[in-house]
């Protein structure tokens, strides 16, 4: 990752995929319209894997069909591995499709075909001759695990096997990019973990750009270098992930991203926290651990006391941070002083007290 908050991949060249004040307006038939995406634009440099999250009709699956031409924009120009989509005639398109490789929330595998019949498929389409496409599919199903599989047929495999089919079909003709459509959702917490790790190796190992979008914070923490909050068609915040997770933020103001850390107090913590303090309660992050324990361990000679009353620790992509929250206690300017020490060495959040925090 380089200073300036980009990502490597960008010094080598223009982003693999460029919305630029997109909308796409959808008339209900009443004469009434829904913007499904309204006024977006963003950018997705190669080789990174960039998350969009929102709930169920922000207008995700709406983006994620406008990036392989699925959609056509009411309006704004989508520039995808060098052609602008938005412009492009279907046959024109279905070349840049041949460049990105999709994997479904329902798995979309062929019932009838046995799992290296299903890895084969698009091989076929893409003309590859009967040897070839057999070294591929071996080397495929090496790659996700399932080189055991290749005679088995979905209905024989779990959830988590199917969607590893599903990934190696998506890879199979060495795409640039991959779009992920709510690629876990339809699995259970230990299945997730496992397809998550590979839609990483994917990306780490082939170098393949992934756009994922999903409901789910964990994809996002586990995956994502960079992420996009949808809600009501707009991107409403967008950053890398370890910044928006590791930073609380001094005006309070919690953001959806930051909102999902189990490690801040719900109201009910603060509740019972309160039940044996009056200090002031502060929420630390420990991006930097080392500035954070020097500084507390000088608490005493500012006359102050700490306890640690919650905190835990969130593991993203690139890097480990933690929450800690503290009450402190002592004379009104030194726990002031103290604060503004702290401050210096790392975010810190007020925690007030009955304040709301959404979940
Ligand atoms: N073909 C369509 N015709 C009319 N309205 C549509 C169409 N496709 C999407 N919409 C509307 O656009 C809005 C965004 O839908 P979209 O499916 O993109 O959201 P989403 O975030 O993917 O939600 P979900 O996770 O439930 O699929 C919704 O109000 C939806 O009803």
Request: no cysteine; glycine share 10%; charged share 25%.
């Amino acid at each position: 990752m380089s200073t300036d908050g980009t990502t490597d991949a960008r010094a080598g060249g223009d982003p693999l995929i460029e919305f630029r004040h997109v909308t796409r307006r959808f008339s209900s038939g009443r004469g009434s319209a829904v913007t499904a995406v309204d006024d977006v634009s963003f950018t997705v440099d190669k080789g990174e894997v960039y998350g969009v999250i929102g709930f169920s009709g922000a207008g995700k699956s709406t983006l994620i069909r406008l990036i392989n031409g699925l959609e056509r924009p009411t309006s704004g120009i989508i520039t995808v591995l060098g052609h602008e989509v938005s412009g492009l005639s279907e046959s024109k398109l279905r070349h840049v499709r041949s460049r990105i490789g999709m994997v479904f929330q329902q798995f979309n595998l062929f019932q009838s075909r046995n799992v290296a019949g299903n890895v084969a498929y698009p091989l076929r389409v893409a003309g590859w001759g009967k040897a070839d496409r057999e070294r591929r599919v071996h080397e495929l199903l090496e790659f996700v695990g399932l080189a055991d599989k290749a005679k088995a047929f979905p209905e024989q495999l779990s959830g988590g096997q199917k969607q590893r089919v599903g990934i190696a079909r998506a890879l199979a003709v060495k795409p640039d990019v991959l779009l992920a459509d709510e690629s876990t959702s339809a699995l259970d917490p230990s299945t997730t973990g496992e397809v998550l790790r590979l839609l990483r190796r994917a990306n780490e190992e082939l170098g393949i750009t992934i756009v994922a979008i999903t409901h789910e914070m964990e994809v996002i923490r586990s995956i994502a270098d960079r992420v996009a909050v949808m809600d009501k068609g707009k991107i409403i915040e967008e950053g890398r992930v370890y910044d928006i997770f590791s930073n609380p933020r001094d005006d309070g103001e919690v953001t959806f991203v930051g909102s999902a850390l189990k490690d801040r107090p719900t109201p009910e913590d603060i509740g019972r926290i309160r039940q044996h303090t009056t200090g002031r309660l502060v929420t630390v992050s420990l991006k930097d651990s080392s500035a954070v324990g020097s500084v507390l361990g000088r608490a005493a000679e500012h006359g102050v006391a700490f306890e640690i009353v919650h905190g835990g620790m969130n593991t993203t992509k690139n890097a480990s941070f933690g929450l800690l929250t503290l009450a402190l206690e002592g004379e009104h300017h030194a726990v002031q002083r103290f604060v503004e020490t702290m401050k210096a060495a790392t975010p810190v959040q007020e925690v007030r007290d009955g304040e709301e925090v959404p979940r």
